[in-house]
């Protein structure tokens, strides 16, 4: 059975770190890309990185580019995400997804509703 878990989440002040991480169990993954999408309260659940199969492409949303870093090691069936420099506005629940590369990027435009696989989310608020 396929199954996304994150884990990593937590309290931070603003300019702090925190990586999180989504451990992919089932054959599916070992041939998808992966992504992390977040929701903030009273918001639509929005686009945030993604990153293909051999992770050797990657796209990030333009508010958090240069500040997040997705990865993955394969070996382990995980993906990371590195967040630096936080900001209140990146206060959220974080979800991992996995689908096609494509699939992934084109929810910045069109919306996640059709993402394949989703994890329960973990929440990350950081305080000023």
């Known amino acids: 059975q396929e199954q996304l878990v994150e884990s990593g989440g937590g309290l931070v002040q603003a300019g702090g770190s925190l990586r999180l991480s989504c451990a992919a169990s089932?054959?599916?993954?070992?041939?998808?890309?992966m992504g992390w999408f977040r929701q903030a309260p009273g918001k639509e659940r929005e686009f945030v990185a993604a990153?293909?199969?051999?992770?050797?492409?990657?796209y990030y949303a333009d508010s958090v580019k240069g500040r997040f870093t997705i990865s993955r090691d394969n070996a382990k069936n995980t993906v990371y995400l590195q967040m630096n420099s936080l900001k209140r506005e990146d206060t959220a629940v974080y979800y991992c997804?996995?689908?096609?590369?494509?699939?992934?990027?084109?929810?910045?435009?069109?919306?996640?509703?059709?993402?394949?696989?989703w994890g329960q989310g973990t929440q990350v608020t950081v305080s000023s």
């Open positions: 990153i293909s199969w051999s992770g050797g492409t990657t």
């Open positions: 089932g054959r599916t993954f070992s041939s998808l890309a």
């Open positions: 997804a996995a689908d096609s590369f494509g699939a992934l990027v084109i929810s910045t435009t069109h919306g996640p509703e059709e993402i394949d696989y």
